[in-house]
């Protein structure tokens, strides 16, 4: 009612001219208002008349009126703008909302639809089903827009069953004719059961859900708990490392400056007799000097005993005992240390970066589906040259390998493939990894391994994918091939030059990809990784016959 009465307040205000409220508004003589420009607009058109008039009762005025801006009812017009006068504009239907199927003209929102007369109604017009009793029987519901779709097409009646068997909504004419003898009850009761039913599947979710969450918020509590407890664990633990050092330090400072003052003393001690030796030698040499000039040979022979008579010479056969060197052996082991310290530590971190790992198994991560989601696990991966064949040439600091004709001359080591082209990553992997290889020439196989697969001779245990400790997919110019322990599988894709592999070692997934402006999955392995891996890197020769190589190169590809 109160839209209503704002409805009619609007009529009575607005300015008859432009049927809007008025702007500027004004009174003229017969104490009809417009809108300031309104009238003028409409007084210029009577000018040559020279008689004015109201546009609605038609009384003339002259000469014209001089219009002054009503303030009264200006401020008045403000007033009802704030107050919602405007918002009568609301209770029309928009697009969006549901009309009411009564009105004409413009319409109203609808405020109720009734399940019967499948019709939709206003405030106003929904009233007789508020005060008429057989109306008042009627099911009204919230607005609706598909009403029509409630009536059957095939009889033009409101469908208030359902066939369980054809599981839609029929009308009763429907139930005994095309639908007898099929499993039919009223739509009432079926969405009784239905929304009972769903009721129950969702109270059910919501409780397995909320034990979930327990679980989790549980699981949470625990991994904080653990996690700031080997944070403080190993807080105190490195300090005490790091003490130990500073201790260490501090101690060799300490002997190395006791020894340089030890040492120091001495030689200063030793420099001062010398010195004061020579002081004496030269006044002995100046005193014999004088008494050469004597032409008395008697005298000078008196003389000569207290001139010859020299100090017992201090004993300088020390100087040249120790070597030019003094404390670079200090240093040279100090230097052996600290390699010591950091090869162990470099060993030992994997052991630590895989307990990190252990850590990742209530949430696994589903494997990227972009390169730009593989390259947030990207990995700086350099060869080890510990463990090259010596025909192959490290370069690109120890990123790309390029296998040789001639040998090149590395130091012996337990770790080096003897038999074949093949090296190993200085680095371990674990957790989640991605790397790229770019390869070209004959072939090469890109490969993980364990680190403790055999290393000498030209056996298949020391081959990447012919054993149980490694995998390799094998790339030439024209296929793929995939190996592990001695079991090969063909692999279709596009060709490239760059492979990528992406590692989740704790979900045991390993998976090659061809790298070019998309990403190609070749081969997916999913196992369990029971160690550390490696990357490896094996290059193509023919053979023994070493004079006829076809060169291979493959490269670690810097990604970050």
């Not at 609808?110 to 008042?136: F, I």
């Not at 005298?299 to 060197?325: G, H, K, W």
């Not at 307990?355 to 350099?382: C, H, M, N, W």
């Not at 279709?492 to 989740?504: E, F, I, K, P, T």
Request: glycine share 4%.
């Amino acid at each position: 009612m109160a839209q209503k009465g704002a409805q009619l307040d609007r009529e009575s205000i607005s300015c008859s001219i432009c049927l809007d409220l008025p702007t500027d508004p004004v009174t003229i003589p017969c104490g009809h208002s417009y809108c300031m420009t309104c009238i003028k607009t409409h007084w210029d058109e009577e000018d040559e008349k020279n008689i004015y008039s109201c546009p609605q009762c038609r009384q003339t005025f002259t000469p014209r009126p001089v219009l002054v801006k009503s303030t009264m009812f200006a401020a008045l017009v403000e007033q009802l703008k704030k107050t919602g006068l405007q918002a009568a504009d609301h209770c029309y239907a928009g697009p969006e909302d549901v009309a009411c199927d009564v009105c004409t003209g413009r319409k109203l929102k609808a405020l109720k639809s009734c399940l019967v007369c499948l019709v939709s109604y206003c405030e106003k017009h929904l009233q007789p089903h508020y005060d008429v009793a057989q109306l008042k029987r009627h099911k009204l519901v919230e607005p609706c827009k598909k009403l029509q779709d409630n009536i059957c097409s095939r009889h033009d009646e409101v469908m208030k069953m359902f066939c369980r068997t054809d599981q839609h909504c029929i009308c009763y004419l429907c139930s005994v004719d095309e639908h007898k003898g099929h499993d039919t009850v009223s739509a009432a009761a079926e969405r009784t059961e239905r929304q009972r039913e769903l009721e129950g599947k969702i109270q059910q979710r919501i409780q397995d859900r909320e034990k979930d969450v327990k679980v989790l918020q549980q699981e949470l509590e625990t991994i904080n708990g653990s996690a700031d407890k080997a944070v403080k664990d190993s807080e105190k633990i490195f300090t005490e490392l790091i003490r130990f050092l500073e201790k260490r330090r501090s101690d060799v400072k300490q002997q190395i400056r006791s020894q340089q003052e030890t040492d120091g003393s001495r030689v200063k001690e030793l420099q001062e007799k010398l010195e004061q030796e020579i002081t004496e030698l030269k006044r002995k040499d100046a005193d014999l000097k004088q008494l050469s000039h004597t032409q008395d040979h008697t005298q000078f022979l008196q003389n000569y005993p207290s001139v010859s008579a020299l100090s017992e010479p201090t004993d300088s056969s020390s100087i040249n005992i120790r070597p030019l060197r003094y404390f670079e052996d200090v240093t040279a082991a100090v230097s052996e240390l600290r390699d010591k310290l950091q090869d162990i530590l470099r060993k030992k971190w994997t052991n630590i970066s895989l307990a990190l790992t252990e850590v990742d198994v209530l949430l696994p991560q589903p494997e990227p589906k972009t390169r730009a989601g593989f390259l947030q696990y990207s990995q700086e991966i350099t060869l080890d040259p510990n463990t090259a064949n010596t025909r192959l040439l490290l370069s690109e600091r120890n990123r790309k390998a390029t296998v040789m004709s001639q040998e090149q001359f590395y130091s012996s080591h337990p770790d080096r493939f003897t038999g074949w082209c093949q090296v190993l990553s200085r680095e371990s992997l674990t957790g989640r990894c991605y790397w790229e290889v770019e390869w070209s020439g004959r072939g090469v196989g890109v490969a993980v391994t364990y680190k403790n697969i055999s290393r000498a001779g030209r056996l298949n245990e020391c081959v990447f994918g012919f054993n149980k400790k490694s995998w390799a997919l094998n790339c030439q110019q024209n296929s793929y091939t995939f190996w592990h322990n001695s079991i090969r599988t063909p692999v279709s894709g596009s060709q490239s030059s760059r492979v990528g592999v992406y590692l989740d070692h704790r979900a045991g997934i390993l998976s090659f990809y061809s790298v070019s402006e998309t990403m190609t999955l070749l081969h997916r392995v999913l196992t369990t990784f029971t160690q550390p891996l490696y990357a490896g890197l094996w290059l193509w020769y023919d053979g023994d016959l070493w004079g006829s190589l076809f060169e291979s190169t493959a490269e670690l590809c810097k990604l970050k």
